[in-house]
């Protein structure tokens, strides 16, 4: 099949108009905003004026740009999805076609030429610098990566009005809701301009600091990054390696103690009946993928630590043999899980018993098998830079793994 490829030349025109947008807010969200608390001081109402058209603006970016237009990890109603239109042009992050087109383009060519926010070209430019740049793309073949969303006449009619969108939703909307308490300058500075200038930064620090600190847990293929830190800042957008690896995952952040208010806001929809069809991954590719990175970081070692050929053959037979019975374990762990789950209401007192223990027993199978992994990886990750003796310790610990592990 014949894909667009979409050059971004070199030297781009500078576009003065997103230059001076990207420019001029922060200094009145600073600056202006200083000055108005200085002279007239702060209500309450101003407050809450940019905290909740800041979690609007983001939930729209994060939930509805981002994880259901672009990549489509979950269906919603309508009004769900006028929602994210709405305030999502108020993000004034360009219109969801452009966005999402730019976002996909940057999964299928991350860290290449043609990804927008290519991050090998420094991490300003990945944050903003690449919107200070015109778009030199062939506009008519650029948008080839979004047909479905061209199809959809709620998307066209927010590319077509934009503009007003971001004039009336960005700037108008908070200088009404300032109006309310007599004070109209209040409202547009705190939910116009401070909070247009936080929805940014947040925004564009999942395209240079998400791409630039933090593990990577899921793959190694990328320079996408998970961070714990990041992922409060971005309503959960900050579980990068996890979302690039799995990008049709409606969670970012897989674990319940992982921040991902995202996450949490779609489940919240899916209670109420606003949104179904969530994507989950199945949690065995997880665990293979977790394995994957394991096992290409223990031969990252050996090379280092300068490995023969014989040994190294050895060290692969022993990974391949651990991943291959914790992935077991886990498969048959999952599958019983499921089935307790499932016809748990069925069942008599008696076979409820037997399948408590049968549950356990799997569970302990599974974590036992864990353990063993782990234990092999912390002994692979204890070598030290190449020398002779290192290449000792690790004949050494292949003998001990074979009496101990399998
Ligand atoms: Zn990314
Ligand atoms: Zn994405």
């Known amino acids: 099949m014949d894909f667009y490829t979409p050059t971004q030349s070199e030297r781009r025109p500078i576009d003065w108009v997103n230059a001076a947008f ?8 600073v600056l202006g905003t200083a000055w108005y608390v200085r002279n007239y001081g702060v209500t309450w109402l101003e407050i809450a004026n940019v905290a909740v058209m800041f979690v609007l603006t983001s939930l729209s970016v994060t939930a509805g740009y981002h994880r259901f237009f672009s990549h489509r990890s979950y269906e919603c109603s309508k009004a769900v999805k006028l929602f994210y239109l709405v305030f999502g042009a108020a993000a004034v ?10 976002h996909r383009y940057h999964h299928r060519y991350v860290d290449s030429p043609e990804d927008p926010y290519n991050i090998l ?9 690449w919107i200070f740049f015109k778009d030199t793309r062939d506009q008519d073949r ?9 199809k ?7 590319h077509r009005w934009y503009l007003p969108l971001v004039i009336g939703f960005t700037f108008l909307l908070p200088t009404l809701i300032g109006l309310m308490g007599g004070r109209p300058v209040g409202g547009l500075l705190w939910g116009g301009f401070l909070r247009v200038v936080l929805v940014h930064h947040t925004t564009f620090f999942i395209n240079s600091l998400a791409h630039l600190y933090g593990e990577k847990p899921y793959s190694l293929k990328d320079t996408a990054r998970d961070s714990w830190w990041l992922a409060p800042l971005t309503f959960g957008e900050g579980y990068h390696n996890f979302h690039h690896k799995f990008q049709a995952d409606y969670r970012n952040g897989l674990r319940w103690w992982q921040f991902d208010a995202t996450k949490w806001w779609i489940n919240l929809l899916n209670w109420t009946g606003q949104a179904w069809r969530l994507k989950r991954t199945p949690e065995t590719l997880i665990l293979k993928a977790r394995l994957e990175v394991d096992k290409e970081l223990v031969a990252l070692r050996a090379r280092q630590a300068n490995a023969s050929e014989r040994l190294w053959a050895r060290i692969q037979a022993r990974l391949d043999a651990g991943s291959v019975r914790l992935q077991e374990a886990h498969a048959s762990y999952v599958l019983a899980r499921a089935e307790y789950r499932h016809r748990y209401d069925d069942w008599t007192q008696e076979m409820r018993r037997q399948w408590d223990e049968k549950l356990d027993a799997q569970r302990a199978d599974y974590t036992a ?7 092999m990886m912390s002994a692979m990750n204890r070598l030290s830079q190449p020398s002779a003796q290192s290449l000792l310790t690790l004949t050494a610990l292949m003998d001990v793994l074979k009496h101990r592990l399998f």
């Open 22 to 29: 990207l420019i001029v807010t922060p200094l009145v969200a």
């Open 93 to 102: 992050e360009n219109s969801l076609l452009s966005w999402a087109s730019d």
């Open 121 to 129: 070209k420094g991490g300003l430019y990945a944050h903003m610098g």
């Open 142 to 150: 650029r948008f080839e990566n979004v047909p479905d969303l061209m």
């Open 152 to 158: 959809d006449p709620l998307v066209m009619w927010q």
């Open 369 to 375: 098998a864990l353990e063993r992994w782990q234990e």
